[in-house]
């Protein structure tokens, strides 16, 4: 099987059409307080959270690639889908601003109540970006078979107006809309490409990696690139909404996909993809107290800060792997930060609720 060095993955990448949007690298540092406590492994942390754009977040790499497509397809407008407080939604809506693109974003809400106006919303609408609001049920990540009728009435609408609408994929990550190549997941293996690089000046190379899925795209970029740089590391996808077998398939899709364009000739198969399904709790978008107990250990011992929706669920399930023993004491295991803080802030009562209200409530 082909291997390839990192600077070898980034002058293939280096030849696709770009957009300046973020700050790279972005930093990897030890957690050696969490190590500590964990009694091993080695861990560290991967910042994608301070990508620069928006609050930052692992959207914001992906973006460099498809708003660069959106700018040769001549588009004015991007259309996309995700739940209310998606970050997607967000770093794509202040993406296409700095472009002169206008966003329109259909975001689906889970719950009767008209959804409040805080975290990633929030700021969408500060970037006045054109919301359209629309029901699903609770606890998945909405599927393109559910969103792409809604995206493709918006952008019929965009065109009587004279616009030159782009259909973009949740997360960036299917190759679908006016998409044609797995440009979402290109990005994270040259973040990969960067984690190894950056890895090798600390003096190690990487065991595994764990984050946070949802769409597909981080996790088949991440799978590829390390596939592609050694046979030493897995790729750990944590599941925020759907089951390891369905989802499975997904990543795979991406990450094939993903291999051909890059012409790298790996042949990914099944067996490179992992999906634990474990952490999920009570579905997509809700908060569950190990989310919550998470978020403030690590706040306390690292002063490191997770959402309640992806990152959060990913961490507990890392920290949760290391007490059954999954990982050697001395395995290098680095947790890649992919963002999406904003989310804590709308979900406070949640999140307070599974803290078990330590602050007084002061709901009316």
């Not at 930052?56 to 004015?76: C, P, T």
């Not at 290109?186 to 973040?191: G, K, L």
């Not at 474990?278 to 690292?302: M, W």
């Amino acid at each position: 099987m082909p291997r390839y060095s990192a600077r070898q993955l980034r002058d293939k990448i280096g030849a696709l059409p770009r957009v300046d949007l973020i700050e790279k690298p972005t930093p990897l540092r030890k957690l050696a307080r969490l190590s500590e406590a964990l009694g091993g492994p080695e861990l560290y942390i991967k910042r994608d959270d301070l990508t620069g754009l928006a609050f930052g977040g692992n959207k914001s790499r992906k973006l460099e690639f498809i708003v660069a497509d959106m700018l040769r397809k001549k588009a004015d407008a991007v259309v996309t889908w995700a739940s209310v407080q998606s970050n997607w939604c967000l770093q794509t809506a202040a993406a296409a601003r700095l472009f002169g693109i206008r966003p329109v974003l259909i975001l689906f809400r889970t719950s009767e109540k008209p959804p409040a106006i805080d975290g990633n919303l929030l700021l969408d609408v500060v970037l006045d970006a054109d919301i359209i609001i629309r029901e699903t049920g609770k606890g998945r990540v909405v599927k393109a078979s559910q969103a792409f009728g809604h995206l493709e009435e918006a952008a019929r609408e965009l065109r009587k107006a004279g616009h030159s609408p782009y259909l973009a994929p949740v997360g960036g990550s299917l190759v679908l809309g006016d998409m044609d190549r797995p440009l979402g997941a290109i990005a994270y293996v040259e973040a990969a490409a960067e984690l190894w690089e950056q890895a090798a000046g600390q003096g190690f190379v990487p065991d595994y990696v764990v984050h946070a899925t949802g769409s597909g795209g981080t996790q088949a970029g991440l799978v590829v690139g390390a596939r592609a740089l050694t046979d030493a590391c897995r790729v750990i996808g944590v599941s925020v909404s759907d089951p390891r077998g369905p989802f499975s398939k997904d990543v795979l899709e991406i990450a094939a996909a993903t291999d051909e364009a890059l012409g790298l000739g790996l042949g990914i198969g099944p067996d490179d993809v992992i999906v634990d399904d474990e952490y999920i709790g009570s579905g997509y978008g809700s908060v569950d107290p190990p989310a919550a107990a998470v978020i403030r250990r690590l706040f306390q011992t690292e002063g490191i800060i997770l959402d309640p929706v992806y990152t959060a669920k990913a961490m507990a399930g890392l920290i949760d792997l290391v007490e059954k023993g999954r990982f050697t004491r001395t395995d290098k295991v680095v947790f890649f930060h992919t963002g999406g803080t904003p989310a804590l802030f709308a979900l406070r009562e949640p999140v307070l609720d599974a803290l078990g209200r330590p602050f007084p409530d002061r709901r009316p």
